[in-house]
């Protein structure tokens, strides 16, 4: 959980957070939503690091808007930035784009996600 400040009033911001690997690369997501979830169908705003075996990591910034149908199925699509890294990743920069589908009462979520990139000169 992250705070600011505004007109002296408190926001707070909440955060889901979790993890998983993939061909030698380990992805932690920080996710702020749903924004305006309306019987699951909502905007969330993602934070994801993507560490490599050798310990290089590069940053991405995403939304993600799902709708759901009548039955609870679940569809995503997803744009975002690449905002840099560290390491030989530290002039990375891109896009990332992902698309899902998932079903609660089946337990199935699946996610694919394509990643573009360049360095910057």
Known sequence: MAASSRSGS???FH???HGTRVSGISILVASRGPL???NSN?????YTMYTLDNGDKFYSHSSTMGQADAAGKRTTAGVGQILGGTGKFAAMKGLVRST???DGK???NETQTEIE???AK
Do not use: K, T
């Not at 909502?42 to 993602?46: A, E, I, K, M, R």
């Open 10 to 12: 408190r926001q707070q």
């Open 15 to 17: 955060f889901r957070v």
């Open 36 to 38: 305006g979830d309306v």
């Open 42 to 46: 909502s905007l969330s705003v993602n």
């Open 100 to 102: 899902g589908v998932s």
């Open 106 to 108: 089946a337990n199935f």
């Open 117 to 119: 990139y360049w360095f």
